[in-house]
């Protein structure tokens, strides 16, 4: 495994080991250890740790949609796209398992041992996202799109030098911040994942881990929506945001 590949494996552990563990203190606590709030800033910081851990080797992009509309729009190299992908999937793989491991007997105390998709003692909701009762494919196939293009015009804006960019150290914390408040703005929906790989590698893991198929039929198969949708979402933010703020610019300095 190449150095930037493999700092992609470890931030995505770093992210999803900080994010899932909030979740899984609040869940498994029934709110006595945590709360959305907690939830919201704990994903922020998770973020931030995760990029200050592999931004200096490969850019700390722990995110496909990232990494795909970096390819679209900022030349990232295309033949290392597939390879970036696969080391954040199987970093946030692990870092499910990380989570799994540190709260096996927590999980088994409250669902008795017998892990559950969905009801009262269902805990396939503390690794992956799901939709509320009142959502449709569609709508959180918007969702996702919108939160994701959010996010990346804020990836952009806070990386870019010709804009008011702030110095590279200070990005890690602001991004982390701008998860929080794309959380607490748009996380009711649907949990906002804006990640396929923080979706898809710790859904996976549950499927293995005893919670079974199950976990890619809940919620009438919304299990694409947060690969799908922050996908076409980055892209989107990308292209408006060369649109409307890059495009005036041109010839200022160095690109996000």
């Excluded at 080991?17 to 203190?25: E, I, P, R």
């Excluded at 851990?53 to 729009?73: C, F, Y």
């Excluded at 979706?199 to 079974?212: E, K, S, Y």
Aim: glycine fraction near 16%.
């Amino acid at each position: 495994m190449h150095k930037d590949t493999l700092a992609e494996f470890f931030g995505t552990l770093v992210l999803i080991a900080f994010g899932l563990g909030v979740v899984a203190q609040t869940v498994l606590s029934r709110d006595a250890n945590g709360s959305f709030l907690a939830i919201n800033l704990c994903w922020g910081l998770a973020v931030m740790l995760g990029v200050y851990a592999s931004g200096g080797v490969s850019g700390g992009h722990l995110n496909p949609a990232v990494t795909i509309a970096l390819a679209v729009r900022r030349g990232f190299p295309w033949h290392k796209v597939p390879v970036f992908v696969l080391a954040q999937v199987a970093g946030a793989f692990a870092g499910a398992a990380l989570v799994f491991a540190v709260y096996h007997d927590a999980l088994t105390a409250f669902d008795g041992g017998v892990r559950q998709v969905d009801g009262a003692v269902a805990t396939a909701g503390i690794f992956s996202t799901g939709p509320q009762p009142f959502l449709s494919l569609m709508g959180g196939f918007i969702d996702q799109m919108v939160g994701t293009a959010l996010l990346m015009i804020g990836v952009l804006a806070i990386g870019d030098r010709r804009n008011s960019g702030p110095p590279a150290w200070m990005a890690p914390p602001l991004v982390g911040g701008l998860v929080v408040a794309i959380g607490m703005a748009f996380g009711y929906n649907a949990g906002y994942a804006i990640n396929p790989a923080r979706d898809f590698g710790p859904r996976l893991f549950t499927a293995l881990a005893g919670w079974g198929p199950a976990v890619f039929t809940t919620g009438h198969g919304f299990w694409w929506v947060p690969i799908a949708g922050p996908i076409v979402g980055a892209i989107i933010g990308a292209v408006a945001y060369d649109l409307c703020i890059g495009a005036s610019l041109e010839g200022r300095g160095e690109q996000a």
